[in-house]
Antibody, heavy 122, light 107 residues
Framework: QITLKESGPTLVKPSQTLTLTCSFSGFSLDEPRQCVGWIRQPPGKALEWLALLYWDGDQRYSPSLRSRLSLSKGPSKDEVVLTMTNMDPVDTATYYC??????????????WGQGTVVTVSS | SYELTQPPSVSVSPGQTARIICSGDALERRYVYWYQQKPGQAPVLVIYKDKERASGIPERFSASNSGTEATLTISGVQGEDEADYHCQTADSSGIYVFGSGTTVTVL
């Protein structure tokens, strides 16, 4: 059974850097075709895809946010870390991590974390 | 950048059929995925690869993709189907896109 959970600060100040961790179980990011993605959702708004980390370390980023985002495997083999620089109040959102792999379908998120709410305010 | 457009809302009476459209340029050349999201919850994958139901999804959910539109159909709508529905696709370079989301209200 695949599970994911996001963790990180609930409040960040404008211009600061946000660091979020996705802790997962039920799959290994060392296995071929396994991926972890990040998606966010501002209050009352649509989902927005942010980034995807592939099993082989390859990364993909939203073109509109590419310059601010960075993905890496965490210190633990079952963690993925998302970093977003220069945070702004418009970045206030619920941030989700999700699994993408061959179990159901590539290019889709078949399991999601519960989400973590991040507020950007001074 | 590629965009997917959905109607903001769809209203339907119980037992009737709800259809949610997702529009995008040459959408039929891509796979489309659909997610259901209830208030305060994370999205759940409903449909993958245009028309395949995800595990545990009732048969009343079906979907298609043709031309520039993908359609999610809920036949015999039930109160528990009231939720936001999001379409999603990905291009060959690994860039994912979500639609603008549709709120389904069961009257």
């Amino acid at each position: 059974q695949i599970t994911l959970k996001e963790s990180g600060p609930t409040l960040v100040k404008p211009s600061q850097t946000l660091t979020l961790t996705c802790s997962f179980s039920g799959f290994s990011l060392d296995e071929p075709r396994q991926c972890v993605g990040w998606i966010r959702q501002p209050p009352g708004k649509a989902l927005e895809w942010l980034a995807l980390l592939y099993w082989d370390g390859d990364q993909r980023y939203s073109p509109s946010l590419r310059s601010r985002l960075s993905l890496s495997k965490g210190p633990s083999k079952d963690e993925v870390v998302l970093t977003m620089t220069n945070m702004d109040p418009v970045d206030t959102a619920t941030y989700y991590c999700a699994h993408d792999g061959p179990e159901v379908s590539y290019d889709a998120f078949d399991m999601w974390g519960q989400g973590t709410v991040v507020t950007v305010s001074s | 950048s590629y965009e997917l457009t959905q109607p903001p809302s769809v209203s339907v009476s119980p037992g009737q059929t709800a259809r949610i459209i997702c529009s995008g340029d040459a959408l039929e050349r891509r796979y489309v995925y659909w997610y259901q999201q209830k208030p305060g919850q994370a999205p759940v994958l409903v449909i993958y690869k245009d028309k395949e139901r995800a595990s545990g999804i009732p048969e009343r959910f079906s979907a298609s993709n043709s031309g520039t539109e993908a359609t999610l159909t809920i036949s015999g709508v039930q109160g528990e189907d009231e939720a936001d529905y999001h379409c999603q696709t990905a291009d060959s370079s690994g860039i994912y896109v979500f639609g603008s989301g549709t709120t389904v209200t069961v009257l």
